[in-house]
């Protein structure tokens, strides 16, 4: 059974930064492309940023390209969201999301994911 759990959520103020993690287990974490999603109150859950199986390609949606950075470690079984520079309209839960991978490609669809966390909340004050 794979298990998808997200941690480092919290409240920071605008300008600030936070480290989301996100540990998957069950298969072998190198097989997963990896995403981060966000869902803010009242709104779809959106894509924020994705990663390939081996961690060499990334893509992300226009609202946090240069801001965000999505990283791997597939020794600590661990995918990363570094948010730096932070605006209240950041503020939702973030959800992590895996999947076996066949291609090695970047995957930004909600609906490509078969494996999801629980979700984490980040809160930017502004």
């Known amino acids: 059974q794979v298990q998808v759990v997200e941690s480092g959520g919290g409240l920071v103020q605008a300008g600030g930064s936070l480290r989301l993690s996100c540990a998957a287990s069950?298969?072998?974490?190198?097989?997963?492309?990896l995403g981060w999603f966000r869902q803010a109150p009242g709104k779809e859950r959106e894509f924020v940023a994705a990663?390939?199986?081996?961690?060499?390609?990334?893509y992300y949606t226009d609202s946090v390209k240069g801001r965000f950075t999505i990283s791997r470690d597939n020794a600590k079984n661990t995918v990363y969201l570094q948010m730096n520079s932070l605006k209240p309209e950041d503020t939702a839960v973030y959800y992590c999301?895996?999947?076996?991978?066949?291609?090695?490609?970047?995957?930004?669809?909600?609906?490509?994911?078969?494996?999801w966390g629980q979700g984490t909340q980040v809160t930017v004050s502004s």
């Open positions: 990663i390939n199986r081996s961690g060499t390609s990334t």
């Open positions: 999301a895996a999947t076996v991978s066949i291609h090695n490609r970047v995957l930004v669809t909600t609906g490509v994911y078969d494996y």
């Open positions: 069950g298969r072998s974490f190198s097989s997963y492309a």
